[in-house]
């Protein structure tokens, strides 16, 4: 398997314009994470999905953020409007959620940049 | 919720000694518990995990202890290498379709 893909892995965007990451997760896993990554905050779960249901985004920093899985192997993670603040490197993580299988897998991440 | 704590935040270590790093989580639940290695500018990455029901994992030169009693957990490191240098960071979990709780991460630097 090719691991969870993420796209794009770099993008520097100007404040107040929409992004959009995306993410697919590893074929056969049934949770999806969103992860954002800052020096000052350290790793904070966004929110994640299992089964493409939302079960967790108390995380989701405020209204610009939402977060859509629309089928088992798409997720994307939207910002809009984007603010210098936001500018983080973004991991998506996927789980099998089957039995004793526990492990969480990243991907490369999205390094985002809003100036 | 969970709430792990991760401890220190960052530990210097000469090439060949040991490094050891402490996590205490909150919930009696958490039955999982990870640890990642993450490389400057890469993702995190699993090295070593252990549950519930085992009190000690050993893998090469990681080690994970666990104490279930008092909430705790442990990565040890041993004949420290400069390739060791990385942030680690320690999770709980409860099992089913729960979130993982991270720790804040531990930045080690091995000296040569």
């Known amino acids: 398997d090719a691991g969870v893909i993420q796209s794009p892995r770099h993008e520097v965007t100007e404040m107040g314009q929409e992004v959009t990451l995306r993410c697919k997760p590893i074929?056969?896993?049934?949770?999806l994470f969103w992860y954002r990554q800052t020096m000052m905050r350290g790793l904070e779960l966004l929110i994640y999905?299992?089964?493409?249901?939302?079960?967790?985004d108390s995380g989701m920093p405020e209204d610009r953020f939402s977060a859509k899985m629309p089928n088992a192997s798409f997720s994307t993670l939207k910002i809009q409007p984007s603010e210098p603040r936001d500018s983080a490197v973004y991991f998506c993580?996927?789980?099998?959620?089957?039995?004793?299988?526990?492990?969480?897998?990243f991907g490369e991440g999205s390094w985002l940049t809003v100036v | 919720g969970e709430n792990v704590e991760q401890h220190p935040s960052t530990l210097s270590v000469q090439e060949g000694d040991s490094a050891v790093i402490k996590c205490t989580y909150s919930d009696s639940a958490s039955n999982y518990f990870p640890w990642y290695k993450q490389e400057l500018g890469k993702r995190p990455q699993l090295i070593i995990d252990i549950r519930s029901n085992v009190g000690e994992k050993k893998d090469q030169r990681i080690a994970v202890t666990l104490n279930k009693t008092a909430k705790h957990f442990s990565l040890h490191i041993t004949e420290t290498q400069p390739e060791d240098s990385a942030v680690y960071f320690c999770a709980a979990y409860p099992g089913g379709y729960q979130k993982v709780t991270f720790g804040t991460g531990t930045k080690l630097q091995v000296i040569p």
């Open positions: 999905f299992n089964n493409n249901v939302p079960i967790d």
């Open positions: 993580a996927s789980r099998p959620d089957r039995g004793v299988v526990d492990t969480i897998y």
């Open positions: 074929s056969g896993h049934n949770s």
